[in-house]
């Protein structure tokens, strides 16, 4: 499939990471970053996401009023990613931001890095909350989850849905947990992730960090 061309401005840059799930055990893969656009995607002028690698941010550093052109590729499996198009190359920037941003929250610094945000460890975030208040935060996370449903047969039977997740201080005036979620096991066994999950997560952070 030949490429898309795009070019936009950055609305949002958040982490790109997939969570896959057996049971209660939970193991994370950082992909990247999630990257959303206002602009043109192909022959559409519409808002769009893309998702770019480690390196890439490190290169240009990201952030939102910039404005950026590139080539792009539908994801093959939308139940993976949390954007539209990845593979990306031939990454330009056209334009520094110079937008002026309030107080947070939200924040919207420059993202650090992955291992950032895997130090940091995230509590769950409610997705009304997540969509309402949270979509340009660098804190904020909407990750595809793979849900295995019998870890003695991997491949057998596999869900598939997205949960979102805050990396951001204790503080934040604006963050709701929302419901607990539930995990299908085998034999109808149904896993529920309590509170004391996140706070084990989080639990090395002070209020404001």
Request: charged share 30%; with cysteine; net charge neutral.
């Amino acid at each position: 499939m030949d490429k898309l061309a795009f070019e936009g401005v950055i609305t949002s840059v958040q982490p790109r990471i997939r969570l896959t799930r057996s049971f209660d055990e939970a193991t994370h893969s950082y992909l990247g970053y999630a990257i959303v656009l206002e602009g043109t995607i192909g022959e559409e002028e519409r808002e769009f996401s893309i998702g770019v690698g480690k390196a890439a941010h490190e290169k240009h550093r990201f952030r939102i009023g910039d404005q950026i052109s590139g080539f792009c590729r539908p994801v093959l499996d939308e139940r993976k990613e949390p954007v539209e198009f990845y593979k990306v190359s031939g990454i330009k920037k056209l334009a520094e931001s110079s937008r002026e941003h309030g107080d947070p929250p939200p924040w919207h610094g420059i993202c650090p890095e992955l291992e950032t945000y895997r130090e940091r460890g995230h509590r769950r975030l409610a997705a009304r909350t997540y969509s309402s208040k949270c979509r340009t935060c660098m804190w904020g996370c909407r990750m595809p989850v793979e849900i295995i449903i019998d870890n003695w047969n991997p491949r057998s039977k596999v869900k598939y849905r997205m949960e979102t997740f805050c990396y951001g201080p204790l503080s934040c005036k604006l963050y709701k947990a929302g419901p607990k979620r539930q995990v299908e096991g085998r034999a109808g066994m149904i896993y529920v992730e309590e509170d004391w999950v996140d706070e084990m997560q989080v639990a090395h952070r002070g209020p404001d960090e």
